[in-house]
């Protein structure tokens, strides 16, 4: 039955299309950090978005806050913009999980959320260096009035967060697949107990002088009912 259980629910999941439960939803790990990893993106997105373009006061045309690097701005609105979507992606296919009734599919879904998770952890890394970097070596004079230090600052610290959090998730799903592949190997090698009885216990074929007994068991019936009748004699009466 435990083998039974674990074919059913392979990959961390409930039985096929049971009901969903918001609550069971939201306190599994895997969501939270989920949830956190899309506020963070949130956040980097907006700071940079909002406060990360400066100019001089003789200057009209705005720059990167980040040394004037455009591409420092571009790598945070569009990584963020994008581990946005990919966050509400996977919570999207979270909520439909259970309802997935194929192994396969299953594997495949938690798979790609390994190594989704571990490419934005990575990305998150390399973003972090790089805004940091540009940071440190900005130049004060291109920001005298010191406009959009704090979204710059957040952006930065989100970045270093959001590593930890990718890669939270890239763990869970990865223990989700370690679970699964060992839950899996049931569903695929399953055979019905009562098939490997009854090749255990084969039937055998009724011959002509074989001995046939009453559904009670017991064979008495059959024993008192000799020589009721016998074709050589003809009709013999029982006598009670």
Not at 12 to 35: E, M, N, V, Y
Not at 81 to 86: I, N, Y
């Amino acid at each position: 039955m435990d083998g039974m259980q674990q074919g059913i629910g392979a990959y961390g999941a409930g039985r096929a299309g049971g009901a969903f439960d918001p609550l069971t939803f939201i306190q599994q790990p895997h969501t939270g950090l989920r949830i956190v990893s899309w506020l963070f993106s949130l956040v980097i997105f907006g700071c940079v978005s909002n406060e990360g373009y400066i100019n001089r006061p003789d200057e009209v045309k705005e720059f990167c806050i980040f040394n004037r690097n455009q591409n420092a701005c571009n790598y945070a609105v569009g990584m963020g913009s994008l581990a946005f979507l990919s966050c509400m992606l996977f919570l999207a296919l979270d909520v439909y999980f259970p309802q997935i009734s194929s192994v396969k599919d299953r594997k495949k879904a938690v798979l790609a959320d390994v190594g989704t998770s571990a490419f934005w952890s990575f990305m998150w890394f390399v973003g972090f260096c790089f805004l940091a970097n540009q940071w440190q070596v900005s130049k004060p004079d291109d920001n005298p009035l010191q406009e959009g230090g704090d979204g710059a600052r957040a952006a930065i610290a989100f970045s270093f967060f959001s590593i930890f959090t990718w890669a939270g998730q890239a763990f869970l799903a990865f223990q989700r697949y370690k679970l699964g592949a060992d839950s899996a190997l049931f569903s695929q090698d399953y055979t019905d107990p009562s098939q490997d009885a009854a090749a255990a216990v084969p039937y055998s074929s009724c011959s002509a002088g074989d001995d046939l007994e009453s559904p009670g068991g017991t064979g008495s019936y059959q024993q008192s009912t000799e020589g009721v009748y016998d074709g050589s004699a003809g009709y013999q009466r029982q006598e009670y």
